[in-house]
């Protein structure tokens, strides 16, 4: 951020009186630009046991096999991004069974929040941003080519439950290491 | 928004090419300038039985109760937030029990998490943005003067939930309503 979105000025970054951070504040009109971190909502779609991927059709990670997942946008709840995501990523209609993950990812600002799905029918098909999808078996789940570590982890923490009969809420952080996940 | 902040031109609302929504795009340098929801984080403070509100010092509400809450900053988690925030408006310190509710107020473009907590001692004061906090027995809530829908959904559920002894995670929404909840 260069420059003040009312204004047109210049911004610095300095301290707001009574606050205790650095912000981006103009040096003209004094608006102080808040920044915060963004949600991205998905569904882990699952259908008869399997559960449906979309292998990525944009950058980053592309070709890799990802969950339906996108950024929240305005005057929405994350159920509607998650199930508007589906339907955009995966031509997936799908029934909300329970919130199921909650992976904050600190060091690029953003939480990524999962619902468990159930596909209404075996109607899908592969979104713009996508170059196909496909059901896996949860012994068939191509862990080689997941796109994110937030994906993984809630695949991951999907078997595990499966086993368990049990979906509880995860709560769960991504730090970052020095040995990147692949992203 | 009416200039870009990377170049310092004007933007224009236009649908992008591959979009479907009215974006914030810059006339010259042609930036997309995406604006996303927001989260809250709070913490429902309990000790012995009893819940710590916050007087607020602030507008919005200026001298209603509320839960220690606020916005979640860059490079935190909403467990991090949430108790930051109880440290800032109630000096308290905190053990988080459990995610307890998520509240989307999509006509504000929110999206409201509360955490159960645990005062780790009887010490609490009043931080900046407070003009004094109190420890209230569930039957001395004082509902006449709550500050947000948020935290009266939060605390609503939590009287009920105690009735249960059972905290599961709530996700709800608070839609706009022409009877506004006073806010």
Not at 39 to 47: E, F, K, R
Not at 110 to 123: D, K
């Amino acid at each position: 951020m260069k420059y003040c979105s009312t204004c047109g000025h210049p911004v610095e970054q300095r301290v707001p009186e009574g606050d205790n951070r650095h912000r981006y504040v103009c040096i003209s009109c004094e608006t102080i630009h808040y920044q915060n971190p963004r949600i991205v909502a998905g569904t882990v779609p699952v259908w008869q046991g399997k559960i449906l991927l979309c292998r990525r059709a944009i950058e980053p990670r592309y070709g890799y096999w990802t969950l339906p997942a996108g950024f929240m946008e305005n005057s929405e709840t994350t159920l509607e991004a998650a199930t508007r995501e589906t339907w955009e990523e995966a031509l997936a209609e799908v029934t909300v069974d329970n919130l199921y993950t909650i992976i904050h990812v600190p060091h690029i600002d953003q939480v990524h929040m999962f619902y468990r799905a159930t596909l209404t029918s075996e109607n899908f098909g592969a979104g713009e941003e996508s170059l196909e999808t496909r059901l896996f078996a949860l012994e068939d789940i191509p862990w080689d080519e997941i796109s994110f570590p937030t994906v993984r982890r809630t695949l991951e923490l999907y078997v595990e439950d499966v086993q368990k009969e049990h979906f509880p809420v995860h709560v769960d952080d991504i730090r970052y290491s020095m040995k990147p996940q692949g992203r």
